[in-house]
């Protein structure tokens, strides 16, 4: 490109008229062509040949005047030249801002359109906050949540409808942040009440920053919870009466035995106390037994022995980090389903974990071993910890044992519970430390598809 300008240039010094078009206008008008594509040292180059050329072959007069006439020239030359290439130069920057910012501007508006579908189909309400507690914005979930389908949500205050999230103290530094979880009321356009769950964020960056608020109505969560709840009680109960019962009947059974032997006694045969007594402890072991009578109804639950350890992981795990306690797990893969309800078995599981907890504290060896194996058709979970042992082993699935700081009764209804699922809950003596195992039936399903 540079060679094409210096023969331009050539050309047109060789071939200038000799009419009134100036000589000067035959060197720029090349240099100014050459300002659009050439960058800025090559066209000083071409600048400084041009200004040769013009002296070399213009006409001579004196020495100084054709200095300064040189110098004038070249800064004309370079002056004009430069003007014209930081014009281009800035052309093509304001093209390629242009450009820029229309992508931009493209992706900003793929951007919002992504946040809005997401925004508008989120099952979860979702809130702006301005510094007055009040509501910028609000998505459709947050207009049903409320039963606001009329209304729009924008201006009012939050404490219409949220209470707790007006009185939150907004950050007040610049680099203090909110990033929190909390669970509140709240209350719907016709008065009623709600559990809410809310996830907040937001910082203090500038006057007009805003608080971001998702909401989940746990109402149904509540309710299945509490439910559930009442019936795990229910069953729980219903086994712990089971089992005091065998209990009762037992000893009804000794009493009835010693009244039969007492009856021997001359004198005893016609007292109305002692036939009254008979009567009492016959009439209370047919009470007892009346609870043992199994429930036909009662459908036989599964339970997936994997999920069960994974919930019990999540609720122990935080607790015997606290204390610097280390559970160890060793879960194989491909448990069988076993016959068992999946939250009494999480009761027994966790009374155990938390009996362990409490042998390991203070100790310097703090671990437990959770460990799951099959074993001749049946599963068998062993609880292993380091703690000190247990000095009778033999008074451990009594009821009202208060050597430890419990009620007395959690070994011996958790037994009454594994045993309820046709399982049991026994005592393996370790050299130090205990160990609780856990045996449970395998369903039929596993065993046929085992077997195949």
């Given at each position: 490109?540079?060679?094409i300008?210096?023969?331009?240039?050539?050309?047109?010094?060789y071939?200038?008229?000799s009419?009134?078009?100036?000589?000067?206008?035959?060197?720029?008008?090349?240099l100014?062509?050459?300002?659009?594509?050439l960058?800025?040292?090559?066209?000083?180059a071409?600048?400084?040949?041009?200004?040769?050329?013009r002296a070399?072959?213009?006409?001579?007069?004196?020495?100084?005047?054709?200095?300064?006439?040189?110098?004038?020239?070249?800064?004309?030359?370079?002056?004009?030249s430069?003007?014209?290439?930081?014009?281009?130069?800035?052309?093509?920057?304001?093209?390629?801002?242009?450009?820029?910012?229309?992508?931009?501007?493209?992706?900003r508006?793929?951007?919002?359109?992504?946040?809005?579908?997401?925004?508008?189909?989120?099952?979860?309400?979702i809130?702006?906050?301005?510094?007055?507690?009040?509501?910028?914005?609000?998505?459709?979930?947050?207009?049903?949540?409320?039963?606001?389908?009329?209304?729009?949500?924008?201006g009012?205050?939050?404490?219409?409808?949220f209470?707790?999230?007006?009185?939150l103290?907004?950050?007040?530094?610049?680099?203090?942040?909110?990033?929190?979880?909390?669970?509140?009321?709240?209350?719907?356009?016709?008065?009623?009440?709600?559990?809410?769950?809310?996830?907040l964020?937001?910082?203090?960056?500038?006057s007009d920053?805003?608080?971001?608020?998702i909401?989940?109505?746990?109402?149904?969560?509540?309710?299945?919870?509490?439910?559930?709840?009442?019936?795990q009680?229910?069953?729980?109960?219903?086994?712990?009466?089971r089992?005091?019962?065998?209990?009762?009947?037992?000893?009804?059974?000794a009493?009835?035995?010693?009244?039969?032997?007492?009856?021997?006694?001359?004198?005893?045969?016609?007292?109305?106390?002692?036939?009254a007594?008979?009567?009492?402890a016959?009439?209370?072991?047919?009470?007892?037994?009346?609870?043992?009578?199994?429930?036909?109804?009662?459908?036989v639950?599964?339970?997936?022995?994997?999920?069960?350890?994974?919930?019990?992981?999540?609720?122990?795990?935080?607790?015997?980090?606290?204390?610097?306690?280390?559970?160890?797990?060793?879960?194989?893969?491909?448990?069988?389903?076993?016959?068992?309800?999946?939250?009494?078995?999480l009761?027994?599981?966790?009374?155990?974990?938390?009996?362990?907890?409490?042998?390991?504290r203070?100790?310097?060896?703090?671990?437990l071993v959770i460990?799951?194996?099959?074993?001749?058709?049946?599963?068998?979970?062993?609880?292993?910890?380091?703690?000190?042992?247990?000095?009778?082993?033999?008074?451990?699935?009594?009821?009202?044992?208060?050597?430890?700081?419990?009620?007395?009764?959690?070994?011996?209804?958790?037994?009454a519970?594994?045993?309820?699922?046709?399982?049991?809950?026994?005592?393996?003596?370790?050299?130090?430390?205990?160990c609780?195992?856990?045996?449970?039936p395998?369903?039929?399903?596993?065993r046929?598809?085992?077997s195949?």
């Amino acid at each position: 490109m540079t060679l094409i300008f210096i023969a331009a240039l050539t050309a047109a010094v060789y071939m200038r008229p000799s009419g009134p078009v100036s000589i000067t206008l035959l060197y720029l008008a090349p240099l100014l062509l050459a300002a659009v594509y050439l960058p800025r040292n090559e066209l000083l180059a071409l600048v400084a040949l041009s200004v040769v050329l013009r002296a070399l072959l213009g006409s001579r007069t004196g020495e100084q005047e054709w200095v300064s006439e040189s110098v004038l020239t070249a800064a004309a030359f370079a002056g004009s030249s430069l003007f014209v290439s930081e014009v281009v130069s800035g052309r093509d920057r304001v093209r390629h801002e242009r450009r820029r910012l229309e992508a931009e501007n493209a992706l900003r508006k793929e951007a919002e359109e992504q946040l809005r579908i997401l925004t508008e189909t989120s099952p979860a309400a979702i809130l702006t906050i301005d510094r007055d507690y009040r509501i910028r914005l609000a998505n459709r979930a947050a207009h049903e949540m409320l039963r606001l389908d009329d209304t729009d949500l924008s201006g009012h205050a939050i404490g219409e409808y949220f209470p707790l999230l007006a009185g939150l103290p907004w950050p007040d530094k610049k680099d203090q942040s909110i990033r929190t979880t909390l669970e509140c009321k709240g209350r719907r356009k016709d008065g009623e009440v709600f559990p809410a769950h809310v996830w907040l964020s937001g910082s203090a960056a500038d006057s007009d920053s805003l608080l971001a608020a998702i909401i989940l109505d746990t109402s149904e969560e509540l309710r299945d919870r509490e439910a559930m709840g009442f019936e795990q009680i229910m069953k729980s109960s219903s086994i712990l009466v089971r089992a005091v019962s065998h209990e009762i009947r037992n000893v009804c059974a000794a009493i009835c035995v010693v009244h039969a032997n007492l009856r021997r006694l001359p004198g005893l045969q016609r007292n109305e106390d002692f036939e009254a007594l008979g009567t009492l402890a016959e009439g209370l072991g047919k009470l007892v037994s009346s609870e043992l009578r199994p429930d036909s109804q009662r459908a036989v639950a599964e339970a997936d022995l994997s999920e069960v350890l994974d919930e019990l992981r999540i609720i122990i795990e935080p607790s015997f980090a606290e204390e610097d306690a280390v559970v160890r797990w060793m879960i194989p893969e491909g448990l069988p389903r076993v016959s068992a309800d999946r939250y009494g078995l999480l009761h027994v599981f966790m009374n155990l974990a938390r009996n362990s907890q409490r042998a390991v504290r203070g100790r310097a060896d703090r671990r437990l071993v959770i460990a799951a194996a099959e074993e001749r058709g049946r599963v068998a979970v062993r609880f292993t910890d380091s703690g000190g042992g247990v000095a009778r082993p033999d008074l451990l699935f009594q009821p009202f044992q208060h050597a430890g700081s419990g009620t007395g009764l959690g070994l011996y209804l958790s037994r009454a519970i594994a045993r309820s699922y046709a399982g049991d809950l026994t005592f393996e003596p370790q050299a130090q430390g205990a160990c609780f195992v856990v045996t449970l039936p395998v369903t039929t399903r596993n065993r046929g598809t085992a077997s195949a």
